[in-house]
């Protein structure tokens, strides 16, 4: 079946998803305020009163090409290897490609590693390369996600819109504490430290400002943690000047990086975290 042939039985009423009534709207700004409005029916999009409604007003209206340059993981990768190189996580192996092979998979050592897709969020695995291991279901996963266009996911981020394609594989370093810098106008207003891959104890959830002291309200969950104890301020404030500089030129973004050896890594930035599916509470 064609595009357009899959498009009119769209028109029909057929295959109503997220996905394709984003991929078919005419108008994809107001599909993405309707979608925004169903999920967050309190949040206002065109006159923003918080900064939830700020980052979805960002998320709709904010059309900053490097935007689109920094969703890229591959190109991210690149440009922080060049500009930071003490923040890369090496090795890195990366794939150009719209579909992801057996070749290039056997061209990987063996080890503990994730891959990811450069073209979406949530879209990596991570697995034990061995003798024995089968690879065929990660393929097939990550040619799924290869053929999809994130844009259409989530009402309409336009920064992953024909994104090119292509796989990271990075060494997987165990259960890494995040540490999430929410950046406003090339300001820092939150700090948040959580477990992307692995269990979130109590203990690892914090919520704090960019000094690592406490805020009056907090984005998500009520943390466990609301001041940094000296240990994790002095990596904070190692991190803090790369958080900055990445952060200038944007209205919103939240710079994502790891500690390993008390030593700041980069990990992503990201321009409209859960899609802008977020709460604030006030404490």
Known sequence: MTEEEYRQEWLKGLYHTDYNNCRFAEDKVQYAKDWIKNLLPNVNVDNPQNIIDRINHYKIYDKNPDKALWCNKIWAFRKIKETFPELAIEPAYIFDCEKFTKEMFDTIPDGKWIIKCNHGSGWNMKFDKKLGFSAQFLIDQINEW???????????????????????????LGGLMDWSFWCENGQIFGVQLSRKFGKNLEEDYC????????????????????VLPPSKKEILNKIKPYALELAKGFKFVRVDFYSINSQPKFGEMTFSPCSGKLVMGLV
């Open 146 to 172: 290869l053929f999809l266009d994130y844009s259409f996911l989530s009402g309409w981020e336009w920064q992953y819109h024909n994104m090119p394609r292509g796989v990271i594989i990075q060494p997987d």
């Open 207 to 226: 919520w704090c400002d960019e000094n690592g002291n406490r805020t009056d309200y907090v984005i998500g969950i009520e943390p466990a943690i609301r």
